[in-house]
């Protein structure tokens, strides 16, 4: 049995393929012959980078979603003049083609790492768009995910955004890394494609081409040659179609919130198409994204109306921008900040750039005003009671009447009765409150065991919150990716959570494990996870008291 982390629950079982061969590093010395055309070697590579960029845009316009984001930023990664003209420099002083496009690429990366946050994310895209301008310029087969005719589980070191982008989920029915981490690309496709998938299983590189595995997605396993029983099991829970009746509750009928979180129209459809209550979490930075200005009041407020409109009556929290460390934005942060996670991020960039949040505000109340939707606006990142209140006064001022504030900053939770009273709800980041409780980056795969929503010491600040919430008669909901995991929804139900937001896709088996267990039991489960000593521990002690997730494959 292999041990990773679990990033995307459910569990599938198929011959493992391996991805091909990632493209060498050409040797250093690779340099063009004495008579060699130099035009013309310079003319081949602009051929093949638009041959890959012409590949790209096709599979963007084949995919879906996130994927599609996820094809269409690395077609312009392929599209962008830098690379193609610092390998043509190199070219014409006499470096072989193939070299040239690794050393130009290692150039643009270096400038991106330099900038940091998600610039610095971006170095993989490059990385991507250099293997693929040298496999075209070598005459070998593009690199990324083969195609198969039958059902198979994927296993490769790591896997480029390109990569998972263009999975088709009717054959790949599993992910496994030997690297990456719980918020790494791979994780994030895995969970809005509903592929179970498990992240540095380091091992799964040795596991033999064509081997049968079961792929544990929530226990995080991959298991080689797993036993004909299990094998039937797995596929007997898989072919039960789950549905959504659209209301979410305990067996005993205690109602917890099931909604969708959504990051733009395209998600806001899917998710009403999903039998989602409403929207939980709407991150409007998609509309600022790779921009060096903000955009108007009139754009955002038609983007904002196109979210709300496919949940008309329904409620929609929407959340203000969340700049910052993981979402740099050039005109709104700083990204040569020492320390992004802890610098001037969320709602902190209020102070420098207020008109930020007015105009967003402004927006919002557009877009809510032309809509039936019920609209709660919250803030992210929010750290003291004065924070909430002058957040609060601002959602007022603009004549939109639910303020909140995300639960995020271990102070917040700590001290939420205060918080609480300046606003009517609170949702609970857990991806972020795990981050800053346990003091380790979301982004570091290495630290993925201690970035792990079930640790303990982060439930405990969940539960904290709840009862503040319980006690002053505030709805507290959890819009962190723990809500989708089914098990952990469960634990947070017995801490006292009242909405559960997450990817549209685990609803329908967040929805059914709930209604398997009682109010009371939630509680006794969440007792389970808060005595363990650690976030294994705590997944495996709730896991082993919950049957029903092994009859429903998950
Ligand atoms: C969170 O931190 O849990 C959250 C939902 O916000 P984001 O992932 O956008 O930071
Ligand atoms: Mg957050």
């Not at 293997?131 to 593009?142: V, Y």
């Not at 059902?151 to 998972?164: K, Q």
């Not at 496919?310 to 050039?330: E, H, I, N, Q, S």
């Not at 320390?339 to 991020?345: E, H, S």
Request: charged share 20%.
């Amino acid at each position: 049995m292999i041990n990773g982390i679990g990033v995307s629950p459910g569990r599938a079982v198929a011959p493992l393929v391996h991805m091909p061969e990632p493209v060498t590093e050409p040797p250093p010395d690779a340099e063009l012959p004495a008579d060699a055309d130099r035009e013309h070697e310079s003319a081949r590579i602009a051929t093949a980078t638009e041959q890959v960029r012409q590949d790209l845009d096709a599979k963007a316009a084949r995919a879906h979603g996130d994927g599609q984001a996820v094809l269409e930023a690395t077609a312009l990664m392929a599209a962008d003049p830098t690379l193609l003209a610092a390998a043509q420099k190199r070219v014409a002083a006499g470096t072989a083609a193939t070299r040239a496009v690794w050393e130009a690429a290692e150039e643009v990366a270096a400038m991106l790492e330099s900038l940091g946050g998600y610039m610095a994310e971006r170095v993989r895209d490059v990385a991507d768009v250099r293997d693929r301008i040298i496999a075209q310029l070598s005459g070998l087969p593009a690199p990324g995910v083969p195609v198969r005719s039958e059902s198979f589980v994927l296993a490769a070191r790591d896997l480029a955004p390109a990569d998972t982008a263009t999975l088709d989920p009717a054959t790949c029915v599993a992910l496994v890394t030997a690297e990456g981490g719980p918020t790494s690309h791979t994780a994030i496709l895995a969970r809005s494609l509903g592929l179970p998938a498990v992240v540095a299983a380091s091992g799964v590189l040795d596991i033999a081409e064509s081997t049968v595995v079961l792929v544990d997605g929530a226990a995080g396993t991959v298991e080689p040659d797993p036993p004909e029983q299990k094998v039937r099991q797995v596929q007997a829970a898989r072919q039960r179609q789950r549905h959504f009746d659209g209301t979410g509750r305990t067996s005993d009928g205690h109602r917890v919130q099931l909604l969708a979180n959504v990051g733009d129209p395209a998600g806001a459809v899917a998710a009403a198409e999903a039998g989602a209550e409403g929207i939980g979490l709407f991150r409007t930075e998609f509309c600022f994204l790779g921009r060096t200005t903000e955009p108007d009041v009139d754009h955002q407020a038609e983007q904002y109306a196109a979210v709300l409109e496919p949940f008309a009556g329904r409620k929609v929290v929407v959340r203000t921008l969340d700049a910052g460390a993981d979402k740099p934005l050039p005109f709104l942060t700083d990204t040569s900040e020492a320390n992004p996670a802890l610098g001037v991020r969320g709602y902190r960039t209020v102070v420098a750039h207020p008109e930020v949040l007015e105009h967003q505000l402004e927006a919002i109340a557009v877009a809510a005003g032309r809509s039936s939707a019920d609209v709660w606006v919250m803030a992210p990142m929010v750290a003291t009671p004065d924070e909430a209140e002058s957040f609060a006064a601002a959602v007022g001022r603009h004549g939109l009447d639910t303020p909140g504030i995300m639960v995020e900053v271990p102070a917040a939770a700590l001290r939420a009765e205060l918080l609480m009273r300046h606003v009517s709800f609170v949702s609970i980041g857990t991806n972020d409150l795990t981050q800053y409780t346990m003091a380790a980056d979301r982004l570091h795969g290495e630290l993925a065991e201690l970035n792990d929503p079930w640790q303990p010491a982060a439930l405990q600040l969940v539960g904290r919150t709840a009862e503040a919430g319980e006690r002053h008669d505030r709805p507290v909901g959890v819009c962190g990716e723990a809500a989708a995991d089914p098990a952990l929804a469960v634990v947070l139900v017995g801490l006292g959570v009242t909405s559960l937001s997450m990817t549209a896709r685990a609803i329908p088996d967040v929805a059914e494990v709930l209604l398997s267990v009682s109010r009371e039991e939630c509680g006794r489960l969440a007792e389970v996870a808060l005595e363990a000593a650690d976030a294994r521990a705590a997944r495996a002690e709730v896991r082993s008291q919950l049957p029903v997730l092994e009859e429903l494959g998950l």
